[in-house]
């Protein structure tokens, strides 16, 4: 199956910084998602973005699909920013509506 | 989105028992997928289960010790058997909401199993 692999695992920041979150994956998607699940355990989808560029307010993703990696950049970080971001990829072979999940990156954003 | 009830929302269990976890769809949706998150871990699909047949299992995973049920386009259960501490998990329940160019998966707030 696909390989998802996130960098960094971890990530400290104070408020107002910036960040970009990697998201490499092994083989050719047709879906791919970033989700944030904050610290009371709920997964929040932030982007569908199997390819391209989307912004929604202090966060944007982009996709290169024919490298096989995903971005996702984080403006002017917020303490309610803190929690683990995962990205999430489907494939060609066996559907893409199912999703394989990475590794995730621990973000804390401190005062 | 859509609003995805599960419950109960969190549970401890003695080992050898069973967990049944509900989930409910306020809208119709063909697809219903179903995560494990362990302990510090990411998430791993378990199944997929769609209404009017049977659950398909991911590799790993096996109907005996997590049967699923279907009943209809929005709702879903799923049973955790023969409970061990190493179930002790977080399970999700997720399905996908489409707009006009965009598919999303929406989850669940999770149940929270703890085996003893």
């Known amino acids: 199956g696909i390989q998802v692999e996130q960098s960094p695992p971890d990530l400290i920041l104070q408020e107002g910084a910036n960040s970009t979150l990697r998201c490499n994956f092994s083989d050719s998607v047709n879906n791919l998602q970033w989700f944030h699940q904050n610290p009371w355990g709920q997964l929040i989808n932030l982007f569908y973005i199997p390819s391209g560029t989307k912004q929604n307010g202090r966060l944007s993703a982009t996709t290169v699909a024919t490298e096989r990696y995903s971005l996702l950049y984080i403006s002017s970080s917020q303490t309610t920013d803190s929690g683990v971001y995962f990205c999430a990829v489907g494939g060609f072979t066996g559907g893409g509506n199912k999703l394989t999940f990475g590794t995730g990156t621990q973000l804390k954003v401190e005062l | 989105s859509a609003v995805i009830s599960q419950k109960p929302s969190r549970d401890i269990c003695q080992r050898g028992t069973s967990l049944t976890i509900q989930c409910q769809v306020d809208?119709?949706?063909?697809?219903m997928f179903w995560y494990r998150q362990q302990p510090g871990q990411s998430l791993t699909l378990i199944a997929t289960a769609n209404q009017g047949s049977e659950a398909t299992y991911e590799s790993g995973f096996v109907i005996d010790k997590f049967p699923i049920s279907r009943p209809n386009l929005t709702f879903s259960t799923l049973t955790v058997s023969n409970l061990s501490p190493e179930d002790s998990s977080i399970y999700l329940c997720s399905v996908y909401i489409s707009g006009a160019s965009w598919e999303k998966l929406f989850f669940g707030s999770g149940t929270q199993l703890s085996v003893l």
């Open positions: 809208s119709q949706v063909t697809m």
